[in-house]
């Protein structure tokens, strides 16, 4: 197939760069070889960052598309092997084969495919594709940035960022921490009568925690989730009774997730000192009852011959920038697995099925 040919060409190309967070040469050598690629005839703006850069295609003389692609080409580190894409039994293998330069890619190909689609009156789709380099950091210096420096407002911003298989996310979780530290009474461990442990305590409150939000013990949950990520203490001796236990947790919550009640329910554990409770990011609603989205999802369903079933995604991405300024947003992409892994893949089949979805929403919509 065709399409699969020059997905192929492509990915082989653009995974073998390590654009991980340290690899600022690798990074621009990246950008630099997409605008090379796609950036002929078409506007070009550049969005220089020390850490950060980041390039917008679109039209020429349509500085702001009705219809915005965003990626990133960010990974996160790996082994070397990983920046060595290969094809196996119809899977494209590599790190940021799923997350997200494969993606990434077929979007850029529905990019410059609509490129060369003059209408009859001699104008080409409404369309424009947003590239950043640090999403798996967070996102501020580029998404988040660049939406508040630049005049950017699309009518749908399409982030194939998240869901497997065409799911498509209705919002995403907000991001927090909770942290809680312990302080007791410190003893001999000969007579621990006589002090009290208080990682004895913390192992008590994690079980507590656990029992209140069992959010954590689903495989698929609209609930916050509250995972331990370290627990310490600063006791070093082998003969004493531990007086003090500190524990982190990150929070992955929901639009309703009630924190006070979390922070009295810590509190009102035997032993604990303090809690702070930090708010990072915030969730987001897709809004996918707005006209473009349900078009979208219509598109989805006839290509792949089924319903499109949604869920709220259990992280966040860049989508999240859209959202809060209220565009709506589509956060949804092929079949694949292993993101963050060894052994990170995307279906090409499915790949290829993508492209032609978004190149039918171009078409109807742009």
Same mark, same amino acid.
């Given at each position: 197939m065709e399409e699969i040919a020059a997905l192929e060409k492509l990915a082989l190309s653009l995974l073998k760069f390590k654009t991980i967070k340290t690899e600022a040469k690798e990074i621009e050598a990246c950008i630099g070889s997409i605008e090379k690629e796609f950036g002929s005839s078409v506007s070009v703006t550049r969005f220089p960052h020390p850490s950060a850069p980041s390039l917008l295609l679109t039209p020429s003389g349509i500085p702001n598309p009705r219809i915005l692609f965003v990626g990133h080409i960010d990974v996160v580190p790996a082994e070397e092997p990983q920046f060595a894409p290969r094809i196996a039994n119809g899977r494209l293998y590599g790190r940021g084969s799923f997350d997200m330069k494969g993606p990434l890619i077929a979007s850029l190909l529905v990019f410059q495919k609509a490129m060369k689609t003059a209408r009859t009156d001699g104008s080409v789709p409404s369309v424009g594709v947003l590239i950043t380099s640090d999403e798996e950091v967070g996102g501020k210096d580029g998404v988040g940035r660049i939406l508040v420096e630049h005049p950017l407002k699309p009518e749908i911003a399409i982030v194939p960022d998240g869901g497997n298989a065409f799911e498509v996310a209705e919002g995403g979780k907000g991001v927090g921490w909770l942290d809680v530290t312990i302080n007791t009474k410190a003893g001999h461990v000969s007579r621990p009568w006589e002090g009290k442990n208080a990682i004895q305590l913390m192992a #008590?409150?994690?079980? &507590?925690? @656990?029992?209140?939000?069992?959010?954590?013990? @689903? #495989?698929e949950t609209h609930e916050t989730t509250l995972v331990p990520i370290s627990i310490s203490t600063k006791n070093t001796s082998s003969n004493v009774i531990p007086d003090h236990a500190? &524990? $982190? !947790?990150?929070?992955? !919550?929901? @639009?309703?997730? =009630?924190? =006070?009640e979390l922070k009295k329910t810590a509190e009102g554990l035997e032993g604990v000192s303090e809690v702070i409770i930090k708010r990072s990011i915030e969730p987001y609603q897709a809004n996918l009852a707005h006209p473009l989205p349900q078009k979208l999802l219509k598109i989805i369903e006839e290509k792949t011959g089924r319903s499109v079933k949604t869920s709220v995604y259990p992280s966040t991405c860049d989508a999240r920038f859209f959202a809060h300024t209220g565009i709506p947003v589509v956060v949804t992409r092929p079949e694949g697995n292993g993101a963050h892994g060894p052994d990170e893949w995307v279906d090409? #089949? $499915?790949l290829a099925l993508f492209q032609q979805v978004l190149e039918k929403f171009v078409e109807e919509c742009g």
């Amino acid at each position: 197939m065709e399409e699969i040919a020059a997905l192929e060409k492509l990915a082989l190309s653009l995974l073998k760069f390590k654009t991980i967070k340290t690899e600022a040469k690798e990074i621009e050598a990246c950008i630099g070889s997409i605008e090379k690629e796609f950036g002929s005839s078409v506007s070009v703006t550049r969005f220089p960052h020390p850490s950060a850069p980041s390039l917008l295609l679109t039209p020429s003389g349509i500085p702001n598309p009705r219809i915005l692609f965003v990626g990133h080409i960010d990974v996160v580190p790996a082994e070397e092997p990983q920046f060595a894409p290969r094809i196996a039994n119809g899977r494209l293998y590599g790190r940021g084969s799923f997350d997200m330069k494969g993606p990434l890619i077929a979007s850029l190909l529905v990019f410059q495919k609509a490129m060369k689609t003059a209408r009859t009156d001699g104008s080409v789709p409404s369309v424009g594709v947003l590239i950043t380099s640090d999403e798996e950091v967070g996102g501020k210096d580029g998404v988040g940035r660049i939406l508040v420096e630049h005049p950017l407002k699309p009518e749908i911003a399409i982030v194939p960022d998240g869901g497997n298989a065409f799911e498509v996310a209705e919002g995403g979780k907000g991001v927090g921490w909770l942290d809680v530290t312990i302080n007791t009474k410190a003893g001999h461990v000969s007579r621990p009568w006589e002090g009290k442990n208080a990682i004895q305590l913390m192992a #008590k409150l994690l079980v &507590a925690l @656990e029992k209140k939000y069992p959010g954590m013990q @689903e #495989k698929e949950t609209h609930e916050t989730t509250l995972v331990p990520i370290s627990i310490s203490t600063k006791n070093t001796s082998s003969n004493v009774i531990p007086d003090h236990a500190f &524990a $982190s !947790f990150n929070l992955r !919550f929901t @639009e309703h997730f =009630d924190f =006070d009640e979390l922070k009295k329910t810590a509190e009102g554990l035997e032993g604990v000192s303090e809690v702070i409770i930090k708010r990072s990011i915030e969730p987001y609603q897709a809004n996918l009852a707005h006209p473009l989205p349900q078009k979208l999802l219509k598109i989805i369903e006839e290509k792949t011959g089924r319903s499109v079933k949604t869920s709220v995604y259990p992280s966040t991405c860049d989508a999240r920038f859209f959202a809060h300024t209220g565009i709506p947003v589509v956060v949804t992409r092929p079949e694949g697995n292993g993101a963050h892994g060894p052994d990170e893949w995307v279906d090409l #089949k $499915s790949l290829a099925l993508f492209q032609q979805v978004l190149e039918k929403f171009v078409e109807e919509c742009g």
